[in-house]
Structures are given as structure tokens and as C-alpha cells.
């Protein structure tokens, strides 16, 4: 854990964005999430850790009502995105998800072009007046999204046709490009090599500025390197929820010590 | 022996093979099944191949060939002058063939003895009459030289079935024997029924597929005969389309031109009523229907894609013609004289056809991964928003793949408008006028008693080729655009 000392961290100043309390998810019979009470912040990185088929993906899901898409799954409990309920009556989803924008755990291009790719946010929501600035989005957020320079030639070539690491990366421009306030990322450098994780992970960093991110991945350095607050949980219960420093060089819970240190996962 | 006979003896001789091979094969390897090269039934398996598949393969070889030989002698035996001027050869032989066929049953029915049957000097008039006793159909009276071919059919048919039926029981019965003895521990039993499963396959398949170059063949060795009677630029360029039934040829004209135009149009207009509804009802159950809406409305659809064609003709002949005549006929807009129109099979066609392009897109829309979806949905976008943009661009190849397969039923349907459209050719660009298409003429071409060499029925060969042709092209456009599609999106 050398590395920790380096990331220099900023805390406590920041508001709460989203605010979760007592949230169960049910899929049919199975009680997927149970009692998780998380306080999203303003400006930061939070990371999701646990092991595999904790529930982090379906709590993410939970952030952006992407689970209403799913039959079998229910959802309870408070979510306050800026005070307010997302799961209220009045709130349409679909206005909530361009607020909260969403990288999947399994690359997902549309059979488009890269360019359209890209653009399908600002296009639905309006974002740009003309072409040069639809032009200007597409470019800045293949930019962000670290692909900028492998697909500059063939932004025309179909989405699907790129690498598996690529596709990730695409799908990170493309839920960029609609400037979210909150961006929820699932495993998003699972398939990525050293040098573009470490692109992704600058991304983050610069996000932060302005953005708040939430992060899942199974990568102890990444969660430490990237974010502020991290959430460890187990068998779709939040076992504990702190400071990353905290968290990963004391933490309270004996299941947290042995998740970082390799003895459970 | 009687066919059937002769194959349950095959089929047991396999059988009994089967056992025998499998028993050798275990007592081989000292009763332990771990010493064989392959499992014990791949041992009996070899044997009953071995068995039936020569023996069948014999017998069907000469089920095919010995008609074909008796046919040539006996042709032989007929002296010219029993051919009788403005007859064939092969009117003769016919005649032959119905006198043995009713010589067989009369002495199967008691009728007649065998022996007056088979004697070369019986009586014409009173082998004629116990034949009509029999109930046999004779047509003619029986001449002399038929009595003698058809009898020597009957023993020259009766002789070769014996042998055949001796030869495949040998055969089997050898290929049993051979295959038995074969059969030890290191035999590789499971490579050759191995190989034995392939060639079945690839049996079906050659059969499906020689069946089609054979129809294939049928039709472009007999539009080749229709272009020897009847000039081909007159059939592809002529507007008119008058044959006529009286006499042979000379005053038919053929032009295929109105109707070609009669199956595009109404194709076209049914295609009009049935890809938008189809593909929206498509839509609306695969995207926005609950499941419970779509567990009913799916199999309503489908049992609408089961109606007989001839039932969607009675609806267009009774309801939907004269429904249209009440708005458009004389009484309203008079455009429309009868209720037999373009309009009327275009309509009830389509209704058709919404089943099959809604039911086909349907199960494409429903294909498209949910992660497409869920990464629109992630992006803010709506409902409708992700399906135009994003689910029916994934599932284009297969909308285009139903619709010109619905395209082709349209073509190719006959029953709606025979029914609907009425029976005249003609070009017109007014949709309430009687029309008709390819297939309505074959029909009718063929229906008609025309001699079958005659330019009229002939016809009939040069139209299913321009259909069959039609379609192929469709077929291969199809093809075409989902290729194109497919190496731009995957
Ligand atoms: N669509 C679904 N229907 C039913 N059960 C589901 C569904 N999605 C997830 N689950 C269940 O919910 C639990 C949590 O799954 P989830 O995908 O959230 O795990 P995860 O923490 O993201 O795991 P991973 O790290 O492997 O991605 C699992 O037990 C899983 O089987
Ligand atoms: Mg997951």
C-alpha cells in the first residue's frame, strides 16, 4: 500500500449529491440488497468493492433506476439525488438517467458509428447547435475516453468492429459526451490494459473536478489510487463505508481486513 | 412376396444382426466391454448397417430400373401395325400395362383362372369379359397382340420380383454374415457407424437438394419447348395477354407483361398494409406489451398466420369486395365497376401477410441483446428514442430478411386472387380494376382441357419459370442486404 501515501486526499468539505437510505433489492425471492444506507458526495470518487455477486452492479443500478428495466427486480427504500426522491412518481427516468450517467460492466457499442456512437447523447438531449459542435463533443470525448487517437481515421467504421478494450473505452466517451453530474462506472478498465487504465483513471481524476463518479472494481490499487470514499460490501449488505485511507490501511469490519487482504472474495 | 414382406425380412435379418454382432463383440473382448475399441452397440450397429443398407440399397435400384427395362421390351413386341395412325407407342403401351394390371386382379379376385390368364391362345372376347366381370376398366377391345404383351409384362414383371426379392435377402444375409465375422475387439465399430451416420445425412441432403435441380430441370426443358412454339420476345414484351382455347395456337397472344404487372402491384399493395402494421405490432409486443398482453396477443397472431389462404379469398370474395364497392363503386366514387379489384386481394393479402412479418420481426426485435438497450437507457434515452435508433437498426437485416420473405408469399400466392382480384389481364395503374397475376394463369392454363403440347399449356412452364426466377432474385437480394448489413454492425 505505498501508493496510498501519495494521493493526496480532500474530504469533508464536499455536499452529499445522492443520498441512500435503507435500500433493499429484491430479484423475485432473492434479496439481493439488504439495508445499505449510502451517502454519495459532491465532486469525489466513491468506489464499490466486494466480492464477486455482492450486489454492487444491482446497487449501481439502483443510482439510475436502470433496475426498472428489469422485470423481476423491486427496489426500496430513499434515493435523494440533490435533495430530491428519483423514485417519486413525478420524476421521469429518462431525465434522470442524462443526469446520471452510466458505463456498463460489459462493453455494450450500438451498431452505429463510432461518431454516432458518440453523439447519440448530445443528439437526444439537444447538447449541440450545429455540426462543428456536435464535431467538437464527439472529439473532446473520445479524448477523455483515452481512444481519441486509435479511431481519429475511422470514425465512420461501425462501433462494433473494435476491440473488446476499445468498445470500453467508446462507451466511456459516449456516457461522458452527455456531461452527467453523477457518472456511475461498472468495472470500467476490466478489459483495458495498463496504459489505458491508467488514461481511464486520469479521466476519473479530472471528472472529479466537476463531477461526482462511482466506481466499481475488483482492483485494491485502482479503488485506493482513484477514489476518496470506498464501500466494501458482502453478500448484498454495505459492510462498511469510509474513507479510502480509512478503509484500506484500518479497517473497522474483520470482513473488510480479509477482503484486502486477499483471505475472502 | 409382397413389398412389405420383403423388407420386415430385411429389417429382421438386421435386427437379428444387431444382437449376434454385439454378443460376438462382447465374447471378443472375454465379456468385458472395457477391452472393446468402441461400446458394444456400435458392434450391432455395424452388423444391422451392414446388413440393411445394401440390401435396401439394392432394392431400390431395382424398384427404379426394372419397370424401365420391361418397359423397352415389351415397346419391342408391339408390331407396327398395332400403332394405329394419330396414336403413340406410347398410347399402346398404357393399354398393355392397364390389361396386365387387370389381369393380375381378376385372378387375385378368382375371376379368372391363372391358367386362362397366362394362356397365349385364350379367347380375346372372353378374356375381355371376365376382365369386365372383375370390374377391371378396359377400354377398348382387346387386341391380340396387346393379350400377348400384357402377358408376357405380367411374367417378365412377376419373374424379375422374384429374383429381386432371392437377391436382396442374400445380400442382406451376407452383409450380415460378413459384418459378424468382422466384428473382434480391435474392429473400430464406432468410426464406421460413424461414417455410416454421415452418409445418411448427406443422403437427405442430396435428395432435397436433386429434387429441386430436378423441378428445376422440368421447368427450363419445358419453357424451352413453349420458345420453340411461341416467340420469347413476344412472351417477355407483349402487353396483351389472350390465349386462345379453340384452336391450337396461332391466334393465343402471351404477352407476360400485364401479368407480371398484376403481382407487383397487388404485391405491392400488400405489402404496403402488411410491413407497417406488422412491424408496429411487432414493436408494440416485443418493446411495450406486458408479458401477460403478449402471452395472449402473440399466439392470436399466429393463429391468424395459420388461416388457409382459401378462407382469407372468401373474405376478400364476400366481405371485403363488396365493402369497397359500397365506398368506391357506382353508388360512391365510382371508380370501381366490380368487387373484384386490385384493391380487394391487396388488402385481404396483407392481412395475410401481418402475422408472418409481425410474428418473424417480432422474435428479431426480441434477439437484440437487453445491454443495447440498457446502454441507451443509460444515455437518457426514452423509449421510442432506443428502438428507432437503436433496436431496429440492430434488427434491420432480419425486418429486411421477413419482409422479402413476405414479399415472396405474396408473389407466389395463388387462392386470394383467383378469389379477389378477377381473372382479367390487364395493365392499369387504377387499383379498383380487375386484375390478375402469374399464378392465377398457371392455374387456369392448365385447368383447361388444351392439349399439353400446345403453346397454351406450355405456357404455364414459361410462367412458373419467370415466377421462379422472380423470387430466386428476391431471395438473393435478400441475402445480399443481409450481408451488408451484418459485416457493417458486428
Ligand atoms: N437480472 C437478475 N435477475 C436475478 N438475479 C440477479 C439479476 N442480476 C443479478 N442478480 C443476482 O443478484 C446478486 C448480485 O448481483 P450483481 O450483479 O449485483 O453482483 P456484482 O457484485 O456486480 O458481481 P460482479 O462483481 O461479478 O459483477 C447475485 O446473486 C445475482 O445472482
Ligand atoms: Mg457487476
Redesign the pocket.
Known amino acids: 500500500m505505498n501508493d496510498m501515501s501519495r494521493v493526496e486526499r480532500q474530504v469533508d468539505t464536499n455536499k452529499i449529491k445522492l443520498e441512500c437510505r435503507d435500500c433493499q433489492v429484491y430479484y423475485g425471492e432473492t434479496h439481493a440488497i439488504k439495508d445499505v444506507n449510502v451517502d454519495i458526495e459532491d465532486k469525489t470518487v466513491t468506489a464499490f468493492i466486494g466480492p464477486s455477486g455482492c450486489g454492487?452492479?444491482t446497487f449501481l443500478r439502483c443510482l439510475n433506476r436502470m433496475n426498472d428495466t428489469i422485470d423481476v427486480a423491486r427496489v426500496k427504500g430513499s434515493f435523494k439525488l440533490d435533495g430530491e426522491d428519483i423514485y417519486d412518481k413525478r420524476v421521469d427516468p429518462v431525465q434522470l438517467r442524462a443526469k446520471v450517467g452510466m458505463v456498463f460492466?460489459k462493453p455494450n457499442p450500438f451498431p452505429k458509428s463510432i461518431y454516432d456512437n458518440v453523439a447519440y447523447g448530445p443528439r437526444i438531449h439537444g447538447l449541440a447547435r450545429n455540426k462543428a459542435e456536435l464535431d467538437e463533443i464527439v472529439e473532446k470525448s473520445l479524448r477523455r475516453g483515452a481512444i481519441w487517437n486509435e479511431v481519429k481515421d475511422r470514425l465512420d467504421a461501425p462501433g462494433t468492429g473494435l476491440s473488446g478494450g476499445q468498445q470500453q473505452r467508446l462507451c466511456i466517451a459516449r456516457a461522458v459526451a452527455t456531461e452527467p453530474e453523477v457518472l456511475l462506472m461498472?468495472?470500467p478498465c476490466s478489459a483495458l490494459d495498463p496504459i489505458a487504465t491508467a488514461q481511464v483513471e486520469e479521466l476519473i481524476d479530472e471528472l472529479r473536478s466537476r463531477y461526482s463518479v462511482v466506481i466499481?472494481t475488483h482492483s485494491m490499487q485502482q479503488a485506493a489510487r482513484v477514489s476518496q470514499k470506498t464501500a466494501f460490501f458482502h453478500l448484498g449488505n454495505l459492510v462498511e463505508f469510509g474513507e479510502t485511507g480509512q478503509i484500506f490501511t484500518n479497517p473497522e469490519d474483520p470482513r473488510t481486513e480479509s477482503y484486502i487482504t486477499g483471505r475472502i472474495g | 412376396m409382397p413389398l412389405l414382406w420383403l423388407i420386415l425380412i430385411v429389417v429382421a435379418i438386421a435386427a437379428v444382426g444387431y444382437v449376434l454382432g454385439r454378443a460376438r463383440a462382447l465374447q471378443s473382448a472375454g465379456g468385458d466391454s472395457r477391452g472393446l475399441h468402441s461400446l458394444p452397440t456400435f458392434y450391432g450397429a455395424n452388423v444391422a448397417l451392414k446388413t440393411a443398407v445394401p440390401a435396401f440399397g439394392l432394392l431400390i435400384v431395382w424398384l427404379l430400373v426394372q419397370p424401365i427395362f420391361v418397359n423397352s421390351q415389351i415397346s419391342g413386341m408391339i408390331p407396327d401395325t398395332e400403332v394405329e395412325e394419330g396414336s403413340s407407342r406410347s398410347l399402346v403401351m398404357a393399354e398393355v400395362r392397364r390389361t396386365a394390371y387387370g389381369l393380375e386382379n381378376a385372378v387375385a379376385q378368382g375371376n379368372i383362372t391363372e391358367d386362362a390368364a397366362s394362356n397365349a391362345n385364350a379367347d380375346i372376347a372372353e378374356v375381355t369379359q371376365s376382365l369386365k366381370d372383375a370390374g377391371q376398366i378396359v377400354t377398348s377391345e382387346i387386341t391380340q397382340p396387346i393379350l400377348l404383351a400384357a402377358q408376357s409384362y405380367r411374367v417378365m414383371n412377376s419373374g424379375g420380383y422374384s429374383v429381386m426379392s432371392i437377391a436382396v435377402i442374400l445380400i442382406a444375409l451376407a452383409g450380415a454374415v460378413f459384418s459378424w465375422r468382422q466384428t473382434q475387439s480391435e474392429y473400430r465399430a464406432r468410426n464406421v457407424v460413424e461414417q455410416g451416420v454421415r452418409v445418411l445425412l448427406l443422403a437427405a441432403a442430396s435428395i432435397a437438394i436433386l429434387t429441386t435441380v430436378g423441378i428445376v430441370l422440368s421447368l427450363v426443358f419445358n419453357t424451352w419447348e413453349f420458345f420453340k412454339l411461341y416467340p420469347a420476345s413476344d412472351f417477355f414484351f407483349g402487353t396483351t395477354w389472350s390465349p386462345s382455347f379453340s384452336g391450337r395456337g396461332g391466334s393465343s397472344s402471351l404477352g407476360v407483361l400485364p401479368l407480371l404487372w398484376g403481382t407487383l402491384y397487388i404485391s405491392i399493395v400488400a405489402l404496403l398494409v402488411a410491413v407497417p402494421i406488422g412491424l408496429f405490432a411487432a414493436i408494440y409486443l416485443s418493446e411495450y406489451a406486458s408479458p401477460r398482453v403478449r402471452s395472449f396477443a402473440k399466439p392470436m397472431l399466429e393463429v391468424l398466420a395459420g388461416i388457409p389462404t382459401i378462407v382469407y379469398g372468401l373474405f376478400a370474395l364476400l366481405t371485403v369486395g363488396p365493402l369497397l364497392l359500397e365506398v368506391f363503386g357506382d353508388d360512391g366514387l365510382g371508380w370501381m365497376k366490380a368487387g373484384t379489384a386490385v384493391m380487394t386481394a391487396g388488402l385481404v393479402m396483407g392481412v395475410m401477410l401481418i402475422p408472418f412479418v409481425s410474428s418473424l420481426s417480432d422474435d428479431i426485435i426480441n434477439a437484440v441483446p437487453q445491454a443495447m438497450r440498457d446502454g441507451s437507457y443509460g444515455l437518457g434515452a426514452n423509449q421510442s428514442e432506443t428502438i428507432r435508433q437503436v433496436v431496429l437498426p440492430a434488427a434491420l437485416p432480419g425486418i429486411v430478411g421477413a419482409v422479402l420473405l413476405a414479399a415472396s408469399r405474396a408473389i407466389g400466392e395463388t387462392m386470394i386472387v383467383v378469389m379477389g382480384a378477377g381473372a382479367a389481364a390487364r395493365l392499369s395503374l387504377n387499383p379498383f380494376e380487375a386484375m390478375t397475376t402469374v399464378t392465377a394463369k398457371i392455374v387456369s392454363q392448365l385447368t383447361g382441357d388444351a392439349d399439353f403440347a400446345s403453346p397454351e399449356a406450355l405456357v404455364a412452364f414459361a410462367l412458373g419459370m419467370t415466377l421462379f426466377i422472380l423470387t430466386l432474385g428476391l431471395n438473393v437480394f435478400a441475402l445480399y442486404i443481409v450481408r451488408k448489413y451484418r459485416e457493417q454492425y458486428e
Open positions: 454492487k452492479s460492466q461498472d468495472e466499481v
